[in-house]
């Protein structure tokens, strides 16, 4: 496994399970026994993923041949990476709900919007720009919406970077100018957010959590420029090649800044605090694999030693969780959605009742390898597209 990125799918891989744990809940849980807002804290799996795209997209950028068409080759690439899968799953959705409303008269686990506007800006990534087909076309499928926005404001974001780590500027201030910039974009997205709310009130566009104004791109903008900020603190060709903050001080700042997340999650005291949280969450994830990349360094280095860092079995799963976390995506609602709702209509026939608490536990370990299962085998096809689709 590459050095470079398994710090990186271990945080994806954290963060694919925490989506399937609140997925899972949606028709399992019942009465959720007053944990329904915790589970829910499993959201916060989509800012680790936010996160991890701006850290591996400096990758991608970086191996692109400079030239006038870089950022079209760019978002070309990345639309065709994600579009095959995405497009074959939409079509799946498409026939479940077809199959299951119109013909069985039954209750889908997902109810897809299917004016021919809302398919064409799923089909097209711009539904992050559409508050009536944002995520109701694809189950959880805002992520996708949000992160291609997020994908075409990566390069003049690297640019700003870049140019800072250009600058002649000492190591202090330079530290301090980079990690401003998410910082700035925190800033300027609470009052942004704010005022789209207030003048589009006619609209309904109100700020909370999972509402069109918390998807949007700006709002996940600073997460993300946080992992820009790690790869050129710690994997750039310019990074200093000794940091010194040891795993423990990446490590507390993780806690600290997961503790406030989740409090303000769990305890909102306003709605303008989902234009934070989101950001809190991505300096939780800065913070975490921080602490993986120096564990990994130190790992490397003792090598002579014969050590070895992040090899645990739980690593190595969480690891290859990340690497097939896209696949799992796609095919998680198969299971979250349509096969937990099929489990619990089996469960209330005849007015039966269930132990909600205790079939969320039952049903969450083996949905978890049967999704990531499945996740491997449309990761295959996918990257045999992918090969194809570069030679041509």
């Given at each position: 496994m590459d050095q470079k990125s398994k710090s990186l799918d271990i945080l994806k891989g954290i963060g694919i399970i925490m989506i399937i744990a609140v997925h899972n809940r949606h028709?399992?849980?019942?009465?959720?026994?007053?944990?329904?807002?915790?589970i829910n804290l499993g959201q916060m799996g989509c800012q680790l993923f936010f996160f991890a795209s701006g850290f591996s997209l400096c990758h991608a950028w970086q191996h692109l041949h400079p030239s006038r068409d870089r950022i079209p080759r760019f978002l070309l690439r990345r639309y065709l990476r994600l579009a095959p899968g995405f497009l074959f799953f939409m079509i799946v959705n498409l026939t479940l709900n077809i199959l299951l409303m119109d013909v069985l008269h039954l209750s889908p686990g997902f109810i897809m919007n299917r004016e021919p506007r809302a398919l064409l800006v799923n089909i097209l990534f711009l539904h992050g720009l559409s508050p009536g087909a944002v995520n109701n076309v694809f189950p959880g499928?805002?992520?996708?919406?949000?992160?291609?926005?997020?994908?075409?404001?990566?390069?003049?974001?690297?640019?700003?970077?870049?140019?800072?780590r250009n600058a002649s500027l000492r190591p202090g201030c330079l530290s301090a100018c980079m990690a401003g910039i998410p910082a700035l974009l925190l800033i300027l997205n609470i009052p942004l957010l704010h005022f789209v709310s207030a003048c589009a009130a006619k609209e309904k566009l109100p700020l909370g959590n999972n509402t069109f104004l918390y998807y949007f791109f700006t709002n996940q903008l600073p997460?993300?420029?946080?992992?820009?900020?790690?790869?050129?603190?710690?994997?750039?060709p310019n990074a200093p090649r000794k940091n010194p903050c040891p795993p423990a001080v990446y490590a507390a700042l993780s806690a600290v800044s997961a503790a406030f997340c989740a409090a303000l999650f769990l305890y909102p005291p306003m709605p303008l605090i989902y234009a934070v949280i989101p950001s809190l969450a991505g300096l939780a994830a800065y913070g975490l694999a921080a602490a993986l990349i120096r564990i990994e360094k130190r790992g490397e280095s003792a090598r002579v030693h014969k050590r070895k860092r992040l090899t645990s079995p739980v690593s190595r799963f969480l690891a290859s969780c990340g690497q097939h976390s896209y696949g799992m995506y796609l095919a998680h609602s198969l299971v979250s959605w349509y096969g937990m709702k099929a489990l619990t209509a089996l469960l209330t026939q005849n007015g039966r009742t269930y132990n909600d608490l205790l079939?969320?536990?039952?049903?969450?370990?083996?949905?978890?390898?049967?999704?990531y299962a499945m996740g491997v085998a449309v990761?295959?096809?996918?990257s045999r597209i992918d090969r194809r689709l570069r030679r041509s």
């Open positions: 028709f399992v849980m019942q009465d959720m026994s007053g944990l329904r807002q915790l499928g805002w992520y996708i919406g949000t992160a291609f926005l997020l994908y075409i404001a990566f390069p003049p974001l690297y640019a700003v970077f870049q140019r800072l997460c993300f420029s946080l992992g820009i900020l790690l790869f050129f603190q710690h994997m750039h079939l969320y536990g039952l049903v969450f370990l083996p949905s978890v390898l049967i999704i990761e295959k096809v996918l």
